[in-house]
């Protein structure tokens, strides 16, 4: 076979991997239960490719401010700050089959879904979604943001634990994603329907539950309330799949795309865990009363994982109420936007149909190849954090990788296959 022939097959393969993907949700457990590096001391993961703490932009530092006074490793900020640049190991949330919104910042107290790849076996971790206003993702610290993440570790995560374990075999997944976009989610900006299909999947269980009746009602009025909830859930299932997927490791099919707010990174199914990296771009898009583009940070968060698997800003055409949110237009950007992300795929997703597009399939399989031919980069659709710690989400909007990325991945595909770029 030709070279071309070669990593079109081993394309093919990984699309395969992808597009029969069962993802299903098993559990939710503190982060220590299942990520072993997390007890080897003060440990913090975070999300995008590899950074110190003091590379970060404000709002990861404001995570990890409020990751250490939760697990109690100081009592105020000035002791948190000194110890997270002189104590703490930081680890990509990548490297141990983790992904986390924003910031990342995940500590072992922290609750995580648990999701499996059922036809690989695999598993990958996220934290649970906490809602709006000051939150940790965001960069916020205070005492209301630390006394709700434990909240969910104690009494959240383990009522939707013992809901999930009724359930044989644990909560298929796809078939509720599949029915959530048709009903107007890209599982990135606008969560709205399959939050509210794993809440019907959920409450009943939970109601059933022997705890307090003021316990019960404030986690099924959390659950009812947080439109995004199954964001998290959707970043684990797409992590496991993507993970599951990878192991072919051949072709260059894109398997993760990530951000630290200092360095964009993505690796490519034939070039395993290596990252390629290049500045990240800042967030456009619409701003809440108060705030400008100049308040903006950089790009941040694990949560482009939803890009990577062809849905969020590459299926903008299933959410185009999405497109006001994030400043892009209007029905027609949308499908504009999901027009132009067919130029740098490989294919449809059939088990993902989008009525608003014909019922053609999502998006699947973000080629490098593709990417620097035609000089398109994926469409990331995002919320804005403010580039001050403590002051959390300012606007939505959407964002582009570095094209350089996707360059440097196909330089070394070129190396590992022996041929020229220019070929």
Partial sequence: ??????????????????????????????????????????????????????QMTGPMQGSCVGAALFEGWADNEADARRILA????????????????????????MAVFVVEERNHGNHAYCTMNEGIGKVLRFGAYDSEVVERLHWMADELGPAIARAV????????????IARAITMGDEFHQRNIAASALLFTKLAPLIAAQDIPAANKKRILTFLGDTDQFFLNVMMASGKAIMDAARTIEEGSIVTAMTRNGRNFGIRVAGCGDRWFEAPVNTPQGLFFTGFTQDDANPDIGDSAITEAYGVGGMAMIAAPGVTRFVGAGGFGDALATSNEMLEIVDGHNPGLPIPTWNFQGACVGIDVRKVVATGITPVINTGIAHKVAGKGQVGAGTVRPPLACFEQALEALAEKYGVSVDD
């Fill in 86 to 109: 002189t104590e703490v190991t930081y680890m990509p949330c990548h490297s141990v089959q983790a992904v986390g919104p924003m910031g990342g910042i995940t500590s072992a107290g």
């Fill in 1 to 54: 076979m030709t070279v071309k022939e070669t990593i079109d097959t081993a394309n093919a393969a990984v699309i395969e991997k992808i597009t029969s993907a069962q993802p299903f949700l098993i559990d939710v457990v503190r982060a220590g239960d299942v990520i072993a590096p997390l007890n080897a001391g003060k440990v913090l993961l975070h999300a995008g490719p590899p950074i110190t703490f003091d």
């Fill in 165 to 176: 374990k009724t359930i044989d075999g644990g909560l298929a997944l796809m078939p509720l």
